[in-house]
């Protein structure tokens, strides 16, 4: 097998074909003498630049430039005024004519699409109109971009078809080089084929009213799988990752020129899709780079073949009665609509707790969303879970200020009103009313963070029931047998069931404040099921986020989980152990960094086995629980001791939410977490 060049090298190599050979100048033909190619002012990268990373020669000068506008974009402030701007690109005749740079200029025009005339008046701008237009060159978020622009000539007609639209039939499969390819066409105009495959859904940016699609190009190996449900673009350790760096090899498409173009005053001009969808027809766009991120922007609403939500493989419960399900869901931060006076962070007006800024976006922004959200939680719960014995909750808000009623749910002012968060009772009435069964709820509200985010338990008292303070094992009392090797915390000598656990926190942890090991301590509850005593040891977890970041704190939280559960496997070998929840890394032998992190190979050197490994085997395709930037990962799991494995009937991820499309926030939801649950039957 021959050498391969890096794809920078050899788009530098035909770039030198086509600049300076003596018959083709790589300076531009001006009109004007004091007017610059638009090549010079966003520069020329080297081999070793990082392309987000990249600044204009010109920062902070003033300059002129001519372009010919292709297109004009809008998107809005958090405050929800609307923001335009207006891209222009050289014609060849105009243009530096030097690959390595862009032609394309982002000019931003403030509220109006409309820029000032030198000498008096607007100029509202127009797709095909050649101008020259002055300004200082600033970088906006990594863009680089004209501000303060004031337009100097008009030459009003059809120049479009003077400007080049460059073809992109492939991507580098690096992030590196497709950074790189993308940087050289920020600002222009530029074509993307029929028949690319969304790795993601509709996803939306809240608080600038836009929406992303992440795509691959046709050529791409995943984009011709047969099954929509296996179109995803999996990490490299999973068996059916397509052989190509999950970083590069795809597109970020948006709506902004879209939005524009059809003057959509709702915002909301991209179909609602789910991932392994087909774009088509084939789409003209300018590039943006915004929110870390290269951006089509193609000036029509794409055409898309919806692939629809991907199947699920959970048997109906009522073909084994004998047998125990237990789920782990991350909810997505479950908060109500109601003002806790005991926390400064969880409605829209309060002070900010520590660690935790405003705004609040977390919370909901009317009751009406939040007993939408709840109403979708409960359908999955009842319809597609088939309303599991057990279901550990994570990310769900700890207040307890209310008091269930028959009437509902009655909030007041007394802290701890009833013992059982609030949230959680509004979602089972609305899982009785679904004709599920009547879960009960359980808490160690030591387990939440500052801003009142927690783990919880919701169970089926027909099925299993909360062991008795007398039949506790010894871990749950106020006389733990713990090791010396951690400095527990307070809360870890407390007797309770569900109990958290916590400890002292010594090691590294860049940007975190926090000198304890869980901003969200772990939750061990003791079960017995009702037919037969079998018990139960559950672990509630919500670890620190970022798989890449936290490393060596995320590492200490499994550890702890290690240690507590080999406890009671050891003095209580024939019980269930099991260690679940959003883990927020991946399974081996997947891992963020390079060399291997192993976060969890605390869990893995216990003895415990990762229920993922067996989905991926038997179901590779569903084996993951969200999707990041289009991407799938799997952060959610279930570790189970010997005893447990070997009465381990099912294990699956429900392909309910991290596929499908997410609405915006003022808008009723489609999925209800972006999460999909992991269960298990034993």
């Known amino acids: 097998m021959g050498y391969r060049l890096p794809f920078s090298q050899l788009f530098l190599r035909a770039s030198f074909l086509l600049c300076g050979v003596g018959f083709l100048s790589c300076r531009a033909e001006v009109p004007y003498p004091d007017v610059l190619p638009i090549g ?45 701007a207006i891209l222009i690109q050289n014609t060849p005749k105009h243009s530096d004519r030097n690959p390595k740079t862009s032609d394309g200029l982002f000019v931003y025009t403030g509220s109006y699409s409309s820029l000032p005339l030198k000498d008096s008046g607007e100029y509202a701008a127009k797709v095909g109109d050649r101008i020259t237009v002055q300004g200082e060159v600033d970088e906006r978020y990594g863009q680089t971009e004209l501000s303060d622009a004031v337009v100097l000539k008009v030459e009003s007609g059809s120049f479009l078809d003077d400007v080049d639209v460059k073809e992109v039939a492939m991507l580098p499969t690096s992030e590196w080089d497709r950074n790189w390819l993308f940087e050289s066409l920020e600002g222009m105009r530029i074509h993307l084929p029929e028949g690319m495959v969304t790795t993601s859904g509709t996803h939306p940016n809240n608080r600038t009213g836009d929406q992303n699609l992440w795509a691959v190009l046709p050529t791409h190996p995943l984009a011709k ?35 524009a173009m059809t003057k959509d005053s709702g915002w909301n001009a991209m179909p609602m899709v789910y991932a392994g969808s087909t774009i088509t027809d084939s789409l003209i766009g300018g590039v943006v780079y ?23 493989s959970l048997p109906d419960k009522a073909e084994n009665d004998s047998g125990l399900r237990i789920a782990a869901y991350n909810v997505e931060n479950l908060y109500d609509f109601q003002n806790d006076p005991f926390d400064d962070c969880d409605f829209a007006g309060d002070e900010g707790c520590p660690d935790v800024r ?35 909750i994570q990310e769900v808000e700890d207040q307890d200020i209310g008091v269930l009623t028959e009437n509902g749910v009655i909030y007041g002012t007394t802290n701890n009103a009833d013992g059982e968060i609030d949230a959680l009772q509004e979602l089972a009435i609305e899982i ?61 000598k407390e007797a309770s069931n569900p109990k958290a656990f916590n400890v002292e926190f010594q090691g590294v942890d860049s940007g975190a404040s926090l000198t304890r090991v869980f901003s969200r301590p772990t939750q061990l509850m003791q079960f017995e099921r009702k037919s037969d005593g079998q018990k139960i040891y559950l672990f509630n977890n919500h670890f620190s986020s970022g798989p890449n970041r936290r490393v060596e704190r995320r590492t200490m939280q499994a550890k702890v989980n290690a240690e507590l559960a080999t406890k009671l496997m050891e003095t209580d070998p024939e019980a269930w152990v099991i260690v679940g929840g959003d883990l927020n890394v ?60 070997a009465a381990l009937s099912y294990a699956g991820y429900l392909k309910l939410n991290a596929s499908a499309p997410e609405a915006f926030l003022w808008e009723k939801p489609i999925r209800a977490s972006d999460h999909d649950p992991v269960v298990v039957e034993l």
């Open 358 to 392: 405003k705004p609040f976006n977390y919370v909901p922004i009317s009751d009406e969303r939040y007993r939408q959200r709840v109403s979708a939680i409960a359908d999955q719960i009842v319809e597609d879970l088939y309303s599991p014995d057990i279901l550990l």
């Open 40 to 84: 010079e002012i966003q520069g020329e990268m080297n081999l070793n630049s990082d392309a987000t990373r990249f600044r204009s020669p010109f920062l902070k000068e003033t300059v002129k430039v001519q372009g010919v506008i292709h297109q004009i974009i809008r998107w809005r402030t958090s405050s929800g005024h609307a923001v335009h």
């Open 586 to 645: 991946f399974p081996r032998p997947d891992d963020p960094l390079d060399p291997p992190s192993d976060q969890l190979g605390p869990l893995y050197r216990a003895g415990l086995f990762n229920v993922y490994d067996r989905v991926v085997e038997e179901r590779p395709a569903e084996a993951y629980s969200y999707i990041y930037k289009g991407v799938v990962n799997t952060l959610d799991h279930f570790f189970l001791s010997p005893s447990a494995q």
């Open 225 to 259: 799988r047969e099954d929509p449900g296996s179109r995803r673009n999996y990490r490299p350790a999973h068996p059916l990752h397509a052989e190509t760096n999950t970083s590069g090899g795809h597109v970020v498409i948006g709506h902004l020129g879209a939005g």
């Open 432 to 492: 009785v009313s679904r004709g599920g069964p009547v879960y009960r709820i359980a808490i160690d509200r030591d387990g939440a963070d500052y801003r009142g985010i927690t783990c919880a338990w919701m169970y089926n008292p027909e099925t299993v029931q909360r062991s008795s303070s007398e039949n506790l094992h010894p871990l749950l009392t106020s006389k733990p047998p713990l090791s010396d090797a951690l400095s527990w915390m307070p809360l870890s």
């Open 290 to 312: 915004k929110w870390g991120e290269y951006v089509v922007h193609p000036n029509a609403i794409p055409e898309i073949e919806d692939a629809g939500p991907a199947s699920s």
